[in-house]
């Protein structure tokens, strides 16, 4: 990040106040009390850093939402942007634009042979209603499976399937989806020990629940590849085929939702890379261009793409395959490969931040677990390691939480928290020298934890 003049930090001050005050008179924010939000203001990044309405910096250990892959103001994703909006703003779907055939082109080069085919969205919960509804149209069938730790987004059906409790407000159990659970050995529903038990016993509630709800009114099973929100719960590769395997059983489609996993998250371009299985729909967003400009996806195969050949979609948004978000898109993914990005999410993941979380977590009172792969880690935080009690209670915060999330804050890194748990999500092309600064923050303050009741 450039030095910051005093010139510059005044200026940053004097905007960011009135941003402020506005912002409170009339900005109406996503999953909050209104007035009992005290947001930061951020109206300048770089890189890994942001800075806020002091003119402070912080590193940005969120990746704002786990979305900024590339980072902030990646210059050659800004440059195509600028010049994208010299030529062509803004065309409707109907027409062909260069811009939204070349990131189609990239998407579908970078997934499994027969997914070939992209329809675009505004973001994730709009990728995941999409590919539901086609799911269902191609099927006959309504019914959708989806995990109870899981987030597939704020809109109705995609809220729906969500497990954790944001679904709970909007829910009135007439929707068609049914709850499972997934494997978590560290919180195992099962009672199992080893992860080859967790596997197989939730292998078998699945089938279960399957046989049970009946497959002949089963759409499609929605999974996160690796859930995020939820807590960054790897599964084991026979899991992944297992529950392919269930779906090819019982002619019941494969969603995988890779809004947050997707596009070098785990340091490859899909999640489900790391399990040897191939989905018959992919639904994308976030990294897919760090969300410079709003952009999602859903990817299908052959069969269903067959559905529409000759009859219409039934569905469609204004802005599908926006020009300005495409654009960012073709050079976020070229970006990504010139700038070797894929290798480096995957050897900071096992050199560096693997190896620190597992030594946090030996020297912490307070961290029960970590996992992760690339640069996507959850640290549980527990009241003691042997009652795996969470420091905060499930859907809500706690004061021992927020606590946390200040010290880190106040040193100089700003996290991504969900509930009882921390997440290190930076981007993905971050500098060794500020991932080790980082970790060096997290190491301080989760070792310094001594919380009792
Ligand atoms: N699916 C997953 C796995 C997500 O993590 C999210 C958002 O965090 C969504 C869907 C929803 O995406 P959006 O907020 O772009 O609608």
């Not at 640290?379 to 859907?395: F, M, N, T």
């Not at 706690?398 to 200040?406: M, R, W």
Request: aromatic letters at 8%.
């Amino acid at each position: 990040m450039q030095q910051l003049s005093e010139a510059d930090i005044s200026a940053i001050k004097d905007e960011s106040a009135r941003a402020y005050e506005l912002d409170r008179a009339h900005v109406f924010h996503s999953w909050s009390a209104q007035e009992l939000l005290e947001p930061m203001t951020v109206s300048r990044a770089q890189g890994s850093t942001i800075i806020d309405g002091q003119g402070q910096s912080f590193l940005d250990f969120s990746s704002q939402l786990v979305n900024t892959n590339i980072g902030h103001q990646h210059p050659k994703v800004v440059q195509a942007i600028k010049d994208q909006a010299d030529l062509l703003c803004t065309i409707s779907p109907a027409h062909v634009n260069g811009a939204r055939s070349e990131a189609a082109r990239l998407i579908t080069d970078r997934t499994p042979v027969g997914l070939d085919h992209v329809f675009f969205t505004n973001g994730g919960a709009d990728a995941n209603e999409h590919a539901i509804r086609m799911a269902r149209l191609h099927t006959g069938k309504h019914k959708v499976l989806s995990r109870y730790r899981s987030y597939h987004g704020g809109t109705e059906t995609a809220v729906n399937v969500t497990g954790d409790p944001r679904r709970w407000s909007n829910d009135r159990g007439d929707s068609g989806v049914v709850h499972f659970f997934g494997p978590f050995l560290y919180r195992s529903e099962f009672s199992a020990t080893t992860e080859a038990e967790e596997t197989e016993r939730a292998l078998r509630h699945l089938e279960r629940t399957i046989e049970l709800e009946g497959p002949s009114t089963i759409a499609a099973i929605i999974l996160e590849t690796i859930p995020g929100t939820a807590g960054i719960m790897l599964p084991g590769s026979d899991y992944m085929r297992g529950v392919r395997a269930l779906c090819d059983k019982h002619d019941i489609i494969y969603i995988a939702d890779e809004v947050m996993a997707g596009f070098g998250r785990t340091g490859r371009w899909f999640a489900f890379e790391h399990f040897d299985v191939v989905p018959d729909i992919i639904t994308f967003a976030k990294g897919v261009n760090s969300g410079y400009v709003p952009l999602g996806g859903v990817i299908m195969d052959d069969a269903i793409y067959g559905s529409f050949a000759q009859k219409a979609y039934p569905g469609g948004l204004t802005y599908s395959g926006h020009p300005l978000a495409c654009a960012a898109a073709v050079a976020t993914m070229k970006a990504m490969d010139e700038e070797g990005m894929m290798e480096h999410a995957r050897r900071i993941g096992e050199e560096i931040i693997g190896p620190r979380l597992r030594q946090i977590a030996e020297n912490s009172k307070h961290v029960g677990e970590v996992r992760g792969v690339g640069a996507f880690w959850a640290i549980e935080l527990v009241w003691d390691k042997e009652s795996r009690e969470p420091l905060a209670p499930y859907g809500g915060g706690s004061p021992e939480v927020a606590s946390v999330v200040a010290a880190l804050k106040e040193h100089g890194v700003v996290p991504f928290s969900n509930y009882h748990r921390l997440h290190v999500v930076p981007p993905i092309n971050i500098s060794e020298e500020d991932l080790e600064t980082g970790l060096g923050v997290f190491e301080k303050v989760l070792t310094d934890l001594d919380f009792s009741r």
